[in-house]
């Protein structure tokens, strides 16, 4: 089956640039979903298809997505970014398949 | 607006099954599927299957197949999720949510209930 992977920890200080990748094979033609996780509650759709931006979503959030990686990248990074952060694909025979998540750790 | 409106708590016997509602309004609910993701304490998400209503079908996961039966309810606008054979690594927060169809499967999911903790102990 196809196999997401996140980097368990991304670090950052206030103000900067976060980088979240989601690295899986030929990830470029498949679309990517990101979401994020605070403590405690339900996890929330942050961009879909790899670069939209649902309603509510600050336009500091964008995506990428191009051969073995798909990143999410927040700019001017603010203490209430500090989430877990989910990439999610659609695959033949796994459905809806959710990367093993990313912390982001605000400084 | 939409909301995804979830029962609550459950604690179960190992070997024992549980049921899962998900309540849905806000928006045409046979047009959208539902899935069902679970969230063990500390650990990621996992998607477990989706019920598309408007086809009548369920899509599982491979490892969840055989013990997990997903329905929908139209007239009630309710989402089920019924997971049996209990055991304690089922201790989890179940989260149902909404997503647009493509094909006859859900693409992503854009509304997301509450959750429902599910405690396994005996």
């Known amino acids: 089956s196809y196999v997401l992977t996140q980097p368990p920890s991304v670090s950052v200080a206030p103000g900067e640039t976060a980088s979240i990748t989601c690295g899986g094979n030929?990830?470029?033609?498949?679309?990517v979903h990101w979401y994020q996780q605070t403590p405690g509650q339900a996890p929330l759709l942050v961009m879909y298809?790899?670069?939209n931006r649902p309603s509510g979503i600050p336009e500091r959030f964008s995506g990428s997505n191009s051969g073995n990686t798909a990143t999410l990248t927040i700019s001017r990074v603010e203490a209430g970014d500090e989430a877990d952060y989910y990439c999610?694909?659609?695959?033949?025979?796994?459905?809806?398949?959710f990367g093993g998540g990313t912390k982001l750790t605000v400084l | 607006q939409v909301q995804l409106v979830q029962s609550g708590a459950e604690v179960r016997k190992p070997g024992s099954s549980v049921k899962v509602s998900c309540k849905a309004s806000?928006?045409?609910?046979?047009?959208?599927?539902i899935s069902w993701v679970r969230q063990a304490p500390g650990q990621g998400l996992e998607w477990m299957g989706e019920v598309i209503s408007i086809t009548s079908s369920a899509n599982y996961a491979q490892r969840y197949k055989d013990r997990v039966t997903i329905t929908a309810d139209e007239y009630t606008n309710t989402a089920y999720m019924e997971l049996s054979s209990l055991r304690s690594e089922d201790t989890a927060v179940y989260y149902c949510a909404r997503g647009p169809l493509g094909g006859n499967s859900m693409i992503y999911c854009d509304s997301w209930g509450q959750g429902t903790l599910v405690t396994v102990s005996s």
């Open positions: 806000g928006y045409p609910f046979s047009s959208y599927g």
């Open positions: 999610q694909v659609w695959h033949t025979g796994d459905y809806v398949l």
């Open positions: 298809y790899d670069t």
């Open positions: 030929n990830i470029g033609s498949k679309s």
